[in-house]
């Protein structure tokens, strides 16, 4: 079954960088808009990032100029750099396709951010 896969989360200390990358399996990611989303406990999931199959690139306002999404081609993959890092970013991070009708989600990758 075709899927998107999530990976790069972990503990950081405040003002910190990760990386994380969003992958697929039975999907090319490169033909697909992709957009980051981040969920934290008792909150609503809410968009951060999202990048075109041309390569333009949005974001949220709570991220622009910490965060860079960026299509690594060879790999088939979508990147999100996230440097400057503050304990408000913290949460599960999904990845999401679109493609017409088509849409798939990942399982998430957890980011925390702690002194």
């Known amino acids: 079954q075709a899927k998107l896969v999530e990976s790069g989360g972990g503990l950081v200390q405040p003002g910190g960088s990760l990386r994380l990358s969003c992958t697929g399996a039975g999907i090319t990611v490169s033909l697909y808009s992709i957009g980051w989303y981040r969920q934290a406990p008792g909150n609503q999931r809410e968009w951060v990032a999202s990048?075109?199959?041309?390569?333009?690139?949005v974001y949220a306002d709570s991220v622009k100029g910490r965060f860079d999404i960026s299509r690594d081609s060879p790999n088939d993959a979508v990147n999100l750099q996230m440097n400057s890092l503050k304990p408000e970013d913290t949460a599960v991070y999904y990845c999401?396709?679109?493609?017409?009708?088509?849409?798939?989600w990942g399982q998430g990758t957890q980011v925390t951010v702690s002194s």
């Open positions: 990048i075109s199959t041309g390569g333009v690139a």
């Open positions: 999401y396709a679109r493609r017409g009708n088509g849409e798939f």
